[in-house]
T-cell receptor, first 114, second 112 residues
Framework: GAVVSQHPSRVICKSGTSVKIECRSL??????MFWYRQFPKKSLMLMAT?????????EQGVEKDKFLINHASLTLSTLTVTSAHPEDSSFYIC??????????FGPGTRLLVL | QKEVEQDPGPLSVPEGAIVSLNCTYS??????FMWYRQYSRKGPELLMY????GNKEDGRFTAQVDKSSKYISLFIRDSQPSDSATYLC????????????FGSGTRLSIRP
């Protein structure tokens, strides 16, 4: 099946720094990618929809200036957490549309902000 | 009320048991129903996909959708320790512009 990769898989950073997470579709092109956030024992919460060649669409309550999304090509979307704070620590997962209404998920990136 | 309700568990059963996982929902517009399996610290992977009401079987897994009751189920037969994971139900309306709504996930543990 289609594969979506994420890099890094885990990152620890100091408060106030910025962190970039990459999401790649390895064997297919994705004009749209999705970014989710998942807290421990909680469900996936959609943060934004990344659109190749245009601005991302953010969900209500998600700060677009804090979570910068760039869909640089048909196989790469990046999420940058700017001026990270401890409350931004979470598991970030990207996905790309699959067949019908399904999605292919990346392996996730665990962010810990100290 | 959440759009999708799912018991978070944890649910622990002995190896070989039949497992029943369930979700209820409130949005009658949902038409596509999915179950994703998520191992610890990994991304979700699609397990079952169903359109509208009915049953679907794939090996040891059976998905059921009852739209009249707004209730979906996933059954696992002959459960194995490797089935230990978090199972997330997910559903979406009939438009490609709609976003997938996930349940909170049920943590399942199969005891050897």
């Amino acid at each position: 099946g289609a594969v979506v990769s994420q890099h890094p898989s885990r990152v620890i950073c100091k408060s106030g720094t910025s962190v970039k997470i990459e999401c790649r579709s390895l064997d297919f092109q994705a004009t749209t990618m999705f970014w989710y956030r998942q807290f421990p024992k909680k469900s996936l919460m959609l943060m934004a929809t990344s659109n190749e060649g245009s601005k991302a669409t953010y969900e209500q309550g998600v700060e677009k200036d804090k979570f910068l999304i760039n869909h640089a090509s048909l196989t790469l979307s990046t999420l940058t957490v700017t001026s990270a704070h401890p409350e931004d620590s979470s598991f970030y997962i990207c996905s790309a549309p699959g067949w019908s209404e399904t999605q292919y998920f990346g392996p996730g990136t665990r962010l810990l902000v100290l | 009320q959440k759009e999708v309700e799912q018991d978070p568990g944890p649910l622990s059963v002995p190896e070989g048991a039949i497992v029943s996982l369930n979700c209820t929902y409130s949005n009658s517009a949902f038409q596509y129903f999915m179950w994703y399996r998520q191992y610890s610290r990994k991304g979700p992977e699609l397990l079952m996909y169903t359109y509208s009401s009915g049953n679907k079987e794939d090996g040891r897994f059976t998905a059921q959708v009852d739209k009249s009751s707004k209730y979906i189920s996933l059954f696992i037969r002959d459960s194995q320790p490797s089935d230990s994971a978090t199972y997330l139900c997910a559903m979406i309306e009939n438009s490609s512009a709609s976003k997938i709504i996930f349940g909170s996930g049920t943590r399942l543990s199969i005891r050897p």
